[in-house]
């Protein structure tokens, strides 16, 4: 019933075939992943980094944590893998794993200083050329964008919601959760995703009034 | 009749995630009702908005620093898995073990130096004792077991899981001297010295 469906006019398409085929193939590394196939983990990280750093980096604003928390998601679904069932699918289970780790985060931050924003870890000079992990340079693909007017609007506005309300908005708006998984994820009845929706989306349609009139 | 969808089928339609019978339906509910369908629109057009500002996936800076930071994360647990197994029973050894030895320790040297004292004579056989012993946890049951002729004491603990070989008892059990653990003693040798003079 509450599916996502592929209606051209719904902002957030999600073909169902490629979402399926994509969820199968997910089942598949983690069954090998189970196994003890590092390689199969590996292949699981990479096809999600993107999507749980985009989800961490919207709630947190703040790019070398997201960067440090996402991969304590990825150590910490490692260590819980063999208690993964596929009652859900893996990318849900993450966001769940995210959830809780940005919340653990967030408490313990609450106790530390004002979240300076440390990019030292970005800077290039700082590494080693030598090391055997030494990173190749990518561009961020969104460079662009991450420098548009609106992005930073948004993200002023998502920063003034309490982190309930800017998780459901995010899952929901962003990276295109149905209820019933936004519920899984927050640990929540699907009631309570909609009034959080509902209060979030009217803050936030009330701070971008202007932008969002224009458009 | 009432046919108007209840909040939870109308949240669910106004976010395009119905499908099939009950969106067939929906969409004939709401095909009389034009506010409806301004405001599916309306969540709409703010669902593109967000959708197109902010990122569904980005990738991480650095992507292969990135995997290898969490391939070394894991194989620091690993590491420190292997190494916390035996510690984590030291532990349990710590936490279990210790207190209910100490407490039938105690009750034993509770009541060695109650007789010592009691007794006036510079010999005492050390009588039997019955200390109470007791578990911190339920369905857990310690019984305590002393065998004089062994020279011997057995606490047998049932309902806790089984101890694994590689476990180090040196390391966890204080087993004290009867000096260590009864003050008595002392007092038992001197008279035993002199009795022997």
């Known amino acids: 019933m509450n599916k996502p469906c592929s209606d051209p006019s719904n902002p957030l398409p999600i073909p169902q075939d490629a979402a399926a085929e994509e969820s199968d193939e997910d089942l598949r590394l983690v069954s090998l992943a189970q196994q003890g196939d590092m390689s199969a983990y590996d292949e699981l990280v990479i096809r999600h980094r993107g999507k749980i750093y985009a989800m961490i980096r919207n709630m947190i604003k703040n790019e070398a944590?997201?960067?440090?928390?996402?991969?304590?998601?990825?150590?910490?679904?490692?260590?819980?893998?063999?208690?993964?069932?596929?009652?859900?699918?893996?990318?849900?289970w993450l966001y769940r794993i995210s959830h809780n780790v940005v919340y653990d985060w967030v408490r313990k931050r609450k106790v530390d200083s004002a979240g300076e924003l440390n990019d030292e870890i970005f800077d290039r000079e700082k590494i080693d050329s030598s090391a055997r992990t030494a990173p190749a340079f990518v561009e961020p693909p969104d460079d662009a964008l991450s420098n548009s007017e609106l992005?930073?609007?948004?993200?002023?506005?998502?920063?003034?919601?309490?982190?309930?309300?800017?998780?459901?908005?995010?899952?929901?708006?962003?990276?295109?959760?149905?209820?019933?998984?936004?519920?899984?994820?927050?640990?929540?009845?699907?009631?309570?995703?909609?009034s959080r929706l509902f209060y979030a989306r009217q803050k936030l349609q009330t701070l971008l009034k202007d932008e969002y009139e224009s458009r | 009749m009432n046919t108007n969808p209840d909040e939870t089928r109308l949240a669910l339609w106004l976010d395009d995630e119905l499908?099939?019978?009950?969106?067939?339906?929906?969409?004939?509910?709401?095909?009389?009702?034009?506010?409806?369908?301004?405001?599916?629109?309306?969540?709409?057009?703010?669902?593109?908005?967000?959708?197109?500002?902010?990122?569904?996936?980005?990738?991480?800076?650095?992507?292969?620093?990135f995997l290898s930071r969490v391939k070394q994360g894991i194989?620091?647990?690993?590491?420190?898995?292997?190494?916390?197994?035996?510690?984590?029973?030291?532990?349990?050894?710590?936490?279990?073990?210790?207190?209910?030895?100490?407490?039938?320790?105690?009750?034993?040297?509770?009541?060695?130096?109650?007789?010592?004292?009691?007794?006036?004579?510079?010999?005492?056989?050390?009588?039997?004792?019955?200390?109470?012993?007791y578990t911190p946890e339920e369905g857990v049951n310690a019984e305590w077991f002393a065998s004089s002729g062994a020279g011997a004491n057995v606490i047998v603990l049932e309902g806790v899981a089984a101890i694994p070989d590689s476990t180090d008892f040196s390391e966890t059990v204080y087993v004290p001297t009867a000096r260590e653990s009864d003050r008595t003693a002392t007092r038992e040798t001197e008279a035993r010295d002199s009795a022997q003079q």
């Not at chain 2, 009950?22 to 599916?40: H, K």
């Not at chain 2, 349990?92 to 039938?104: G, L, Q, R, T």
């Not at chain 2, 034993?108 to 004792?129: C, D, H, M, Q, W």
């Open chain 1, 65 to 92: 944590d997201a960067w440090d928390l996402s991969q304590d998601v990825f150590i910490k679904a490692w260590q819980a893998l063999p208690r993964f069932e596929a009652r859900s699918r893996f990318s849900t």
């Open chain 1, 151 to 194: 992005r930073v609007k948004i993200e002023a506005a998502l920063a003034k919601l309490s982190e309930d309300h800017r998780e459901a908005v995010i899952l929901k708006d962003v990276q295109g959760l149905s209820y019933k998984e936004i519920a899984d994820v927050m640990e929540c009845s699907i009631g309570t995703v909609m």
């Open chain 2, 19 to 65: 499908t099939g019978t009950d969106l067939t339906e929906m969409d004939a509910w709401a095909s009389t009702r034009p506010e409806q369908i301004a405001a599916r629109e309306e969540l709409r057009a703010f669902r593109r908005m967000m959708a197109t500002s902010l990122p569904t996936s980005e990738e991480p800076p650095y992507p292969e620093f």
């Open chain 2, 75 to 133: 194989r620091d647990l690993q590491a420190a898995g292997a190494a916390t197994k035996p510690v984590a029973m030291v532990s349990f050894w710590k936490s279990w073990v210790m207190p209910i030895a100490a407490c039938a320790g105690m009750v034993l040297a509770f009541g060695i130096g109650k007789r010592s004292n009691e007794s006036t004579g510079p010999f005492t056989v050390l009588p039997s004792v019955s200390p109470v012993v």
